[in-house]
């Protein structure tokens, strides 16, 4: 299987080139299930965060134990948009999103106790990876709609030719096999 070396802080992992559509590979980065990767993500990260970051802002999957282990190091709280319905969610705020990495839509929620919680707040959104940023965009939308204001768009990993200001930490690449 080919590989590719991505290097945060003093951490490199060797991770697997898959292909997301024909002809184009990306390198996969996945964070759960590697605690020293994340914590060498979030560190690094957490030298980002503004000091008037009242919350996090994230998203299920992958970015929550990234969000996690910035909150449990800064002391900041954070939300976890979801990707579908939960049973449990009362009047939630709707996002579509169109990820053209992956190629598919989806939709994020947050129920509407979340957004209570980021009214009036200053929010640092924190994903794992930004490609297109249509993901990205879209979760900043979901802050605003809770009426929360966005104070900073931090990523891990920042692959493709977007130009949205986002900080991250290291470039990937987006590699055209055919």
Do not use: C
Not at 29 to 54: Q, R, S
Not at 87 to 102: A, F, G, H, K
Not at 117 to 135: E, P
Not at 140 to 154: S, T
């Amino acid at each position: 299987m080919d590989t590719y070396p991505i290097t945060v802080g003093r951490v490199t992992r060797h991770v697997p080139l898959v292909e997301t559509l024909p002809g184009v590979k990306i390198p996969l980065i996945e964070l759960m299930g590697d605690v020293e990767l994340v914590n060498a993500a979030a560190e690094a990260l957490l030298k980002h965060l503004p000091p008037e970051t009242d919350y996090l802002l994230t998203m299920e999957t992958s970015p929550i134990v990234l969000a996690h282990a910035m909150s449990e190091m800064s002391g900041k709280p954070y939300v976890v948009v979801r990707r579908r319905r939960r049973p449990y969610m009362q009047d939630p705020i709707i996002q579509e999103v169109q990820s053209l990495t992956l190629g598919v839509s989806e939709t994020l929620w947050l129920d509407s106790r979340m957004a209570e919680k980021l009214m009036g707040q200053n929010v640092s959104l924190v994903v794992d990876v930004v490609s297109s940023g249509g993901t990205i965009m879209a979760l900043e939308k979901v802050a605003i709609r809770a009426g929360a204001k966005v104070v900073a768009r931090l990523a891990a990993f920042h692959q493709g030719t977007n130009k949205l200001p986002v900080t991250f930490l290291s470039e990937i690449p987006i590699l055209q096999t055919a």
